[in-house]
């Protein structure tokens, strides 16, 4: 069965510092890949989405960054965070029967 | 693009009592629509979908309806429990291998015992 991992659980970081999210996934192929961010009570805003290894389509422009060096990895990151980049990340994947999967989220406070 | 709305955005019932959430949705096109719970501090899960060639599915005390005429999507909860407490979000896509799924902004939901 496919699983889905993300790391770290919670990550407090100061602003202006670097960022970089991890998620891989497993027991499937070719998965396509999306980012969301999700700020307190508010509802999923898709950040980057990718269909293929070196494929990113970015949805908002802003400080973030995403990249996809294997078929199953994605990776977001940040030069230089934002307090308004605080939020819960959400990475999640969908397959052939377009069922979309969320992993664990890492939950990102900057102070 | 696709644009999902949601009504309504927050939603009190009593226990045993029904709840109804109702989307709508813009491109035509979307022929998949899903239903995620979101639960406090957790991830969204998967709940229901429904694909255009179909116009009911059922799963035990939820049931999802789709009007396409209308542009229309409903999920339906019955016979409701403290723990059906949550957040619920639809969703629409077009199901292509490079379609994004476009979610609705999300109804809080609260089952009074």
């Known amino acids: 069965s496919q699983t889905i991992h993300q790391w770290p659980a919670t990550l407090v970081q100061p602003v202006g510092s670097p960022l970089s999210l991890e998620c891989t996934v497993e027991g499937t192929s070719n998965p396509n890949l999306y980012w969301y961010r999700q700020a307190a009570g508010r509802g999923l805003q898709l950040l980057f989405y990718?269909?293929?290894?070196?494929?990113i389509s970015s949805e908002v422009p802003q400080n973030l960054s995403a990249s996809r060096p294997q078929d199953r990895q994605f990776i977001l990151s940040s030069k230089k965070l934002l307090l308004s980049d605080s939020g819960f990340y959400l990475c999640?994947?969908?397959?052939?029967?377009?069922?979309?999967?969320f992993g664990p989220g890492t939950r990102l406070t900057v102070t | 693009g696709e644009n999902v709305e949601q009504h309504p955005s927050t939603l009190s019932v009593q226990e045993g009592d029904s709840a109804v959430i109702k989307c709508t949705y813009s491109?035509?096109?979307?022929?998949?629509f899903p239903w995620y719970k979101q639960e406090l501090g957790k991830r969204p899960q998967l709940i229901i979908d429904i694909r255009s060639n179909v116009g009911e599915k059922k799963d035990q005390r939820i049931a999802v309806t789709l009007n396409k005429t209308a542009k229309h999507f409903s999920l339906h909860i019955t016979e409701t429990q403290p723990e059906d407490s949550a957040v619920y979000f639809c969703?629409?896509?077009?199901?292509?291998?490079?379609?994004?799924?476009?979610f609705g902004p999300g109804t809080s939901l609260s089952v009074i015992p």
């Open positions: 969703a629409a896509s077009k199901e292509t291998s490079y379609d994004k799924v476009i």
């Open positions: 990718s269909v293929g290894i070196g494929q």
């Open positions: 491109d035509s096109a979307s022929n998949y």
């Open positions: 999640a994947w969908t397959g052939n029967v377009h069922e979309q999967y």
